[in-house]
């Protein structure tokens, strides 16, 4: 059979990783594929030292790639939103089929890009897009198409959980470790998308999408990130049984569907809570199926490369397909997607871990418990720690409730005279354990 | 569009579970696949008490569903290699697609089964077959396409990783959490196919060629079980960092394809030691991708109705593509098989844990380590346990060597006067740790 032929836009740490894995294991692929998958043309403003591009057609102007009549498929790895749109658009405009890693572009534009894609009868596939390497959005939107998702749950930033790992094995602060991360390269300059959990929160609002069947609303999920969690509140966790761990989360309920990223208590034995160091897992629920847990490298370079040419491989098994029997974009066909909606956060509900500073003075802990017991809010575990300052940490665990209650009991305890500074909360999933 | 029909053969415990799910997502599953499943026609000799098939299409007799002219796709549910065998050899002969959960079907007639599902035009799915729930078949052969297969280790017995988990949790003996497990329903009366390693030789010899794209060659695979662990071996491996699990374990090496299935000592770190009970999971080596970890439910009626009915919607998404187009059975098109050879496992390489019973007398360490000095076998950790008994346990830790050199050594050590009965051996692996 005639090779398929691709374009690759970006040659950068993910373009050069899968520039070089369709070369090297080119045999092996088209062994796979039933035919030759040739690199046609390669957008790119500036060489990677790491790929040898000679021979090659190079352009600077990566829209050359999307309009090549020669192309079948444009493989999208220059990222951001801006140019990655234009270029996706123009690609399927011009009736090419599109393969991207780009999480930003498909949680914030995805819903116009499948509908312009579905229009113009291309694929456009993005398995790269979340948690790297591990291919969890063929395991979702294919592997476990029998069931009806009850929920799924997390660790989709490398970063983050690096973080969070060294944090708890070497009892460091949080600040110390980030300035390793960023030495190492883990870690962006400027690291926000990462800490704060909006890079999460993007890969975790295209998952959502495709299990439940709704679409992309990624200005809809809760982000809170992991800046202020502090040594103290990772040895207390660990305490009680529990690691603090980055996840994002998104439950099905009777009220609508939850859409979270945040610091999150698990139990130490669950399998989540041992995934360590730059690794990421993704935990889901299926009504059928129950759990399944799907591990590995969320990032770098020849990892992301990996799903980038599974995708590719996938695209090449449509061409000859019947539109609508193709797996749809986001797992459920186009005309069928649910308009179940996405609660607000404070309308959650989740165990909560909370610290709170008081002044050691008889009848505080009364307080506390008064003001739980009127929101019926049930205590599972109450300690007062010993130190030697003035001010002496409650910790208490609560068992599940509503995040409105808790925020209320919340202004209720810090306004109590006896209380110093802010409520630290950290919420609490047992995951199904 | 119309509905795709089915007939399901077998209406035991995965049987059930596949119609009771198909029953209960009937819209999940359609507003995915885009058409409805229909259950056209169910062979069966008993009714299931789970199932209300009143006003159903019965019948006794499986051959009448494999020859229904009205049916698209035969889910051959029935278990065991001969009613199976020509069940599935009819409907394909009737130009049926297939979808089976028989994993010793598959390894022991995959071969000709694929020949001819190839010459009729019709897919055999088979995603139930391992691992139960766990899409790992999906992941490997679609999800790490470009990739070149290193390795995968995986406990795919649930039976047997819940007597591993007892024996190491409690510290009894096999024996008696053999017997708990029977009376839980774990277990088979006779417990061979599972305590044995025969079952996971199945599911090891399917992974292995969807792997490396060679032919299923069951009767090449080494299969040793988990009946002759003892606590005290659970207990020293557990003193020396490690646990003993029974994996299926393939390597792609220079010399050959390693294939197989025996209790092995792995880093208590590693994430697989840490999945307890009947639960399984699948760890993959991938050139580019790296190490990817697939978890989940490996047996049920549910969890593998689940990887039933993916099939079956995979299945109806390929009925407009094109033959060559569609996902080759092995991973690998029909003509690209490699003939890359299995290895006898003498030829395998692998740490070892010895125990050596020895009578109390000095000298015999150095014996034991002149012997293995003069093998080049490289001593890792080597202690000699006290207990009451005038024999006294030597425990041993090797680096990786052949098969071959261990089975020499563990020779002359038991002509060795004064050691005691046989010499116990474990493999050990690090799995890229």
Same mark, same amino acid.
């Given at each position: 059979?005639?090779?398929?032929?691709?374009?690759?836009?970006?040659?950068?740490?993910?373009?050069?990783?899968?520039?070089?894995?369709?070369?090297?294991?080119?045999?092996?692929?088209? %062994?796979?594929?039933?035919?030759?998958?040739?690199?046609?043309?390669?957008?790119?403003?500036?060489p990677?030292?790491a790929?040898?591009?000679?021979?090659?057609?190079?352009?600077?102007d990566?829209?050359?790639?999307?309009?090549?009549?020669?192309?079948?498929?444009?493989? =999208?790895?220059?990222?951001?939103?801006?140019?990655? /749109?234009?270029?996706?658009?123009?690609?399927?405009?011009?009736?090419?089929?599109?393969?991207?890693?780009?999480?930003?572009?498909?949680?914030v534009?995805?819903?116009?890009?499948?509908?312009?894609?579905?229009?113009?009868?291309?694929?456009?596939?993005?398995?790269?897009?979340?948690?790297?390497?591990?291919?969890?959005?063929?395991?979702?939107?294919?592997?476990?198409?029998?069931?009806?998702?009850?929920?799924?749950?997390?660790?989709?930033?490398?970063?983050?959980?690096?973080?969070?790992?060294?944090? %708890?094995?070497?009892?460091r602060?949080?600040?110390?470790?980030?300035a390793?991360?960023?030495?190492?390269?883990?870690?962006?300059?400027?690291?926000?998308?990462?800490?704060?959990?909006?890079?999460?929160?993007?890969?975790?609002?295209?998952?959502?999408s495709?299990?439940?069947?709704?679409?992309?609303?990624?200005d809809k999920?809760?982000?809170?990130?992991?800046?202020?969690?502090?040594?103290?509140?990772v040895?207390?966790?660990?305490e009680l049984?529990?690691?603090?761990?980055?996840?994002?989360?998104? *439950?099905?309920?009777?009220?609508g569907? =939850?859409? *979270?990223v945040?610091?999150?208590?698990?139990?130490?034995?669950?399998?989540?809570?041992?995934?360590n160091?730059?690794m990421?897992?993704?935990?889901?629920?299926?009504?059928?199926?129950?759990?399944?847990?799907?591990?590995?490298?969320?990032?770098?370079?020849?990892?992301?490369?990996?799903?980038?040419?599974?995708?590719?491989?996938?695209?090449?098994?449509?061409?000859?397909?019947?539109?609508?029997?193709?797996?749809?974009?986001?797992?459920?066909?186009?005309?069928?997607?649910?308009?179940?909606e996405?609660?607000?956060?404070?309308?959650?509900?989740?165990?909560? /871990?909370?610290?709170?500073m008081?002044?050691?003075r008889?009848?505080?802990?009364?307080?506390?418990?008064?003001?739980?017991?009127?929101k019926?809010?049930?205590i599972?575990?109450?300690?007062?720690?010993?130190?030697?300052?003035?001010?002496?940490?409650?910790?208490?665990?609560?068992q599940?409730?509503?995040?409105?209650?808790?925020?209320?009991?919340?202004?209720?305890?810090?306004?109590?005279?006896?209380?110093?500074?802010?409520?630290?909360?950290? *919420?609490?999933?047992?995951?199904?354990?």
């Amino acid at each position: 059979m005639k090779p398929v032929k691709v374009g690759i836009c970006g040659l950068g740490t993910v373009g050069g990783g899968t520039f070089n894995v369709l070369q090297r294991n080119a045999a092996e692929i088209a %062994r796979r594929a039933g035919r030759r998958i040739q690199i046609e043309q390669i957008g790119m403003r500036r060489p990677n030292p790491a790929c040898d591009t000679k021979g090659m057609h190079v352009t600077a102007d990566v829209f050359e790639v999307a309009t090549n009549p020669e192309i079948d498929i444009v493989i =999208e790895l220059i990222g951001g939103y801006d140019v990655a /749109y234009k270029l996706v658009m123009t690609a399927i405009e011009n009736g090419k089929h599109v393969v991207t890693a780009n999480k930003a572009l498909i949680a914030v534009h995805g819903n116009e890009i499948f509908a312009a894609a579905q229009e113009k009868n291309v694929m456009v596939a993005f398995e790269a897009s979340v948690a790297g390497g591990i291919p969890i959005i063929k395991a979702l939107r294919e592997g476990l198409s029998a069931n009806k998702i009850n929920w799924l749950a997390g660790i989709i930033n490398g970063t983050g959980n690096f973080i969070m790992t060294e944090m %708890r094995e070497k009892g460091r602060d949080f600040q110390d470790v980030l300035a390793e991360a960023q030495a190492l390269g883990y870690a962006e300059a400027d690291p926000t998308f990462d800490v704060e959990g909006i890079d999460a929160a993007h890969k975790l609002t295209i998952l959502a999408s495709i299990a439940y069947g709704i679409p992309l609303q990624f200005d809809k999920a809760y982000t809170e990130g992991i800046s202020r969690i502090t040594a103290e509140d990772v040895k207390y966790a660990e305490e009680l049984g529990y690691r603090i761990k980055h996840l994002g989360i998104s *439950r099905r309920t009777a009220q609508g569907i =939850e859409l *979270r990223v945040h610091p999150t208590m698990v139990p130490q034995q669950a399998l989540i809570a041992n995934v360590n160091g730059v690794m990421n897992a993704v935990l889901v629920d299926g009504d059928a199926v129950g759990q399944t847990l799907y591990y590995g490298p969320g990032a770098g370079a020849e990892p992301t490369a990996s799903a980038v040419i599974a995708d590719v491989v996938d695209v090449v098994r449509t061409l000859t397909a019947d539109r609508d029997n193709r797996v749809p974009h986001l797992a459920f066909q186009p005309g069928e997607l649910s308009d179940a909606e996405v609660l607000p956060v404070d309308q959650i509900e989740s165990g909560y /871990y909370l610290r709170i500073m008081a002044v050691e003075r008889p009848g505080v802990l009364a307080h506390i418990t008064r003001i739980l017991g009127d929101k019926g809010i049930n205590i599972e575990a109450i300690t007062q720690k010993q130190t030697e300052e003035a001010q002496v940490p409650v910790i208490l665990l609560t068992q599940s409730v509503k995040e409105e209650k808790m925020n209320q009991a919340i202004r209720e305890i810090e306004a109590l005279p006896d209380i110093v500074g802010e409520v630290v909360r950290i *919420r609490v999933e047992h995951l199904g354990q």
